[in-house]
Structure formats: C-alpha cells, structure tokens
C-alpha cells in the first residue's frame, strides 16, 4: 500500500519556469520532510512542516517555498528553477512524537531543467 | 555539527556471500540513534536497521546486523547471506535527539551512500 505518494515522478520545466512538486501520505504524520538529492549525493534536507509550523534550513536557497494545507498534502515550490536545481526531490514523513522514529519515504520526484 | 563518512562509493560482491559497509560519523553528542537506509534502483527509501546509541547490544533484523562502535563512532552494516534483492544504494544516517521531549522533527545526517551489487 502507497504510504507516501509524490506526483509526478518526472518532471521536466524550463530554466526559470515555475515549477511544483507535490507529496501526499496516507499516514497521518505530524511531520513532513523535503529532501534535495543530486545524482550520487546524500539527501539534503531543505525544510519540514511539524503540523503548521514551517522549518527552513539555513542554508536552503530563498527560490525553494513549501505549503502544508493539510496535514496529507505538503508542496515543494520552486520559483525560478535554475540548472543547479536538477536534482530527484525527495519527500518523507514521521510521526514527530517517537524517539529515534523511522521516516518513511516517498519515491521521489527527478526534477529535469532545460 | 554532525557529519557522516561512508568511505566505500561502491561495492560489488557474488549472491549468497556477506558484505559489510563501512561508516564513522563525528558528533559530540551523547543522546543519538543511527540508522541504515537502503534506496533500491528506482524506489523509495527504506528503513534497514537503526541503533540507539544507549544500547550496547548490537541491532539485528534477519540477515542484517550492525556493529556499533561507540568509542570509535563507528557504525557498520553487515549483510549476510545477500540476495540480489539487496542491490540498492546504502545511506548510514546520524539522528540527534532532543534534550527533553520528543515533540517535532528528529533531523537525518546522511553519509555520502555506498552503492552496493549482488551478483549471481
């Protein structure tokens, strides 16, 4: 069964094209997570929402937005993507209440930019 | 800050043998877990096995285990008896735990991953 969907897996946009990237989970966790993971790289963490509140990492580019409307959709916005940003955009979620909890991970989105 | 170091980008091994991937990771904390991810071709991320730092027994979950190395920070994944099922890219992760309580986000430190290939 899906637990974490992210649609779509492919997407190509043009250089400074506005683009979304989307993540849905079916497990009722309080957190979500977006990942930015460049070909043989480790997973980077970008933000995550705890419920409503919205944590950035300091060092994620001002051009990555997220929104949580509710607590199973989260989206990853990108508002001018540039070359650099091709990346597979990973979104993962966890419970936020566990010690040592697992995050649960989505497929991904390979994010392609001409 | 934390920082994870897989020191092996690729490993190649024959069905049925063991493997052992390597990671160290540097941190000052004392309150920690640490965790193995497995991301196969073209799927999603899973969870391998995790150690909490407290623990000094080894974790095991079948044919994986890991030995956890507190004083040296390391922390490596054995795979027994692999399978071609097993060929996938495997991330060591570091994860510091809050002070009190656990309400919120518990960050992963990802390694740089060892790409791993059973063959028959």
């Known amino acids: 069964d899906a637990m974490v969907i992210q649609n779509p897996r492919y997407q190509v946009t043009q250089f400074g094209k506005p683009v979304t990237l989307s993540c849905s989970q079916t497990?009722?966790?309080?957190?979500m997570y977006w990942y930015q993971q460049k070909s043989s790289q480790a997973p980077k963490l970008l933000f995550h929402?705890?419920?409503?509140?919205?944590?950035n990492e300091a060092d994620t580019p001002d051009n990555f937005q997220s929104r949580r409307p509710n607590t199973s959709f989260c989206f990853l916005d990108i508002r001018s993507p540039g070359l650099g940003d091709a990346a597979m955009y990973l979104c993962?979620?966890?419970?936020?209440?566990?010690?040592?909890?697992?995050?649960?991970f989505g497929p991904g989105t390979r994010l392609l930019v001409l | 800050a934390q920082t994870v170091t897989q020191s092996q980008p690729e490993m190649s091994v024959q069905e049925a043998e063991t493997v052992t991937l390597s990671c160290t990771y540097d941190?000052?904390?004392?309150?920690?877990?640490l965790f193995w991810y497995k991301q196969p071709p073209s799927r999603q991320m899973i969870l391998v096995i995790r150690?909490?730092?407290?623990?000094?027994q080894n974790a095991t979950e079948n044919r994986f285990s890991v030995n956890f190395q507190k004083a040296a920070k390391s922390f490596s994944l054995k795979i027994s008896d692999s399978q071609l099922g097993d060929t996938a890219m495997y991330f060591c992760?570091?994860?510091?735990?809050?002070?009190?309580?656990?309400?919120?986000?518990?960050?992963?430190?990802f390694g740089q991953g060892t790409r791993l290939t059973i063959n028959p």
């Open positions: 993962a979620t966890s419970r936020g209440d566990h010690r040592g909890e697992t995050q649960y």
């Open positions: 497990l009722n966790h309080n957190v």
């Open positions: 929402y705890y419920d409503k509140d919205f944590n």
């Open positions: 941190t000052s904390e004392s309150n920690y877990y």
């Open positions: 150690q909490e730092a407290y623990k000094q």
């Open positions: 992760a570091f994860m510091k735990l809050p002070s009190s309580v656990i309400q919120g986000a518990q960050k992963l430190v």
